[in-house]
């Protein structure tokens, strides 16, 4: 059973920022967050990163950001408020801005894996991740699509799913980072189930949703109309939502894409499972582009990051937002809070 817990209680345990790709926005996004840090709901964060390069940023940048060096997680809430408390990941790391390097890869990994420690061990409450390049990462060996799928491994093997959120929406893909060709060859009724009762649990439990009511794309335009445009939606999701809703779960379609996602149709939902990756994050960066957060459901740890990537192209010149690290650290000191609720029952 979780322990209570609201965030800012003195029992809250900070959370965990990982460092990202240093050649990226992460840095710049991490000093402008805690200087905007009474908008990130109230837990103290640290930054799992070298302090010296911070402070090198912060410099060049012109932000008035004090960066300390704390030898464990624990002295964050003491330091948050007069400075950024920063764990040093064991190395000075150098990186020029805008040019990504594959010999950052072990301190970028690190990162997420001193982050990842600490959460799981409970001395932070949550693991907020600040933008990496899967190219970086492939070109020096690392073998998984991406962070994902990395924390899945971790977690211990679990099968975690991506879900978007901002205000007034939460789409999760079916299908992430595959081509379109690859991910309609993956539009499977068992895979479809699976996903949907993985989102109708984190509704619940994650967003306190008693009864979650889902909507389903479909694949095809229109979806199918009734198989003339293609079989996916009468062979595979229509069954699979005949399957969801004999588990008791409120799922419905499956509906058009093109018309789920105005204002008064997300008025009707909870949460949309769709069918691709674009399929989702394309309404979702429409409607919010800077406030989006990535949450991953179906960890045993709370896990958050910004909806956007590295910005190489923007690295060097101070003017990346942080709003939606912002966002990202709220959403997940709100979950974690609500993960130390008490089970329903339980």
């Known amino acids: 059973m979780w322990t209570c817990g609201l965030p800012g209680d003195s029992g809250t345990a900070p959370i965990a920022l990982t460092m990202g790709d240093p050649a990226g926005i992460g840095g710049e996004i991490s000093l402008k967050a ?28 012109e932000l008035d950001v004090p960066v300390e060096a704390i030898s ?23 990186a020029e801005l805008g040019r990504p390097d594959r010999r950052n890869a072990a301190a970028i990994i690190g990162s997420i894996d001193i982050a990842v420690a600490l959460t799981r061990s409970g001395d932070a409450s949550a693991i907020v991740t600040n933008p990496i390049s899967k190219e970086v990462l492939l070109a020096s060996g690392f073998r998984h699509a991406g962070h994902t799928d990395y924390l899945g491994e971790l977690a211990g093997g679990v099968q975690p799913e991506m879900m978007l959120v901002c205000p007034g929406l939460r789409v999760v893909p079916l299908t992430v980072h595959l081509p379109l060709r690859a991910a309609i060859d993956r539009v499977r009724r068992e895979a479809i189930v699976a996903t949907g009762m ?20 479909g694949l095809n335009p229109h979806a199918g109309e009734n198989g003339t445009m293609g079989r996916e ?42 069918m691709y990756h674009d ?35 923007i690295a060097a010149a101070g003017i990346a937002r942080e709003s939606s690290l912002l966002a990202a650290l709220d959403l997940a000191g709100k979950i974690a809070a609500r993960r130390r609720q008490p089970i329903r029952g339980g």
Not at 35 to 61: E, K, Y
Not at 250 to 274: I, K, T, W
């Open 34 to 61: 805690w200087l905007n840090r009474h908008s990130a709901g109230g837990v103290p964060f640290f930054v799992v990163d070298s302090p010296d390069r911070l402070r090198r940023l912060a410099r060049r940048l």
């Open 198 to 217: 993985r989102l109708a649990k984190s509704l619940e439990y994650d967003f306190g949703i008693a009864q979650p009511r889902i909507v389903v794309t």
């Open 72 to 94: 464990e997680a624990a002295e964050a809430a003491a330091t948050f408020e007069q400075a950024l408390p920063v764990l040093p990941i064991g190395e000075d790391v150098e």
């Open 233 to 274: 939606e009468v062979d595979e999701i229509a069954p699979a939502i005949a399957d969801l809703r004999e588990r008791g779960i409120d799922a419905r379609g499956p509906h058009a894409a093109d018309s789920l996602f105005h204002a008064e149709a997300r008025r009707r939902y909870d949460a949309a499972l769709c």
């Open 279 to 313: 399929q989702a994050l394309i309404p979702l960066k429409t409607i919010d582009f800077d406030g989006g957060v990535n949450f991953t459901i179906g960890l045993p740890f709370v896990r958050t990051s910004p909806d956007h990537g590295t910005a190489f192209d």
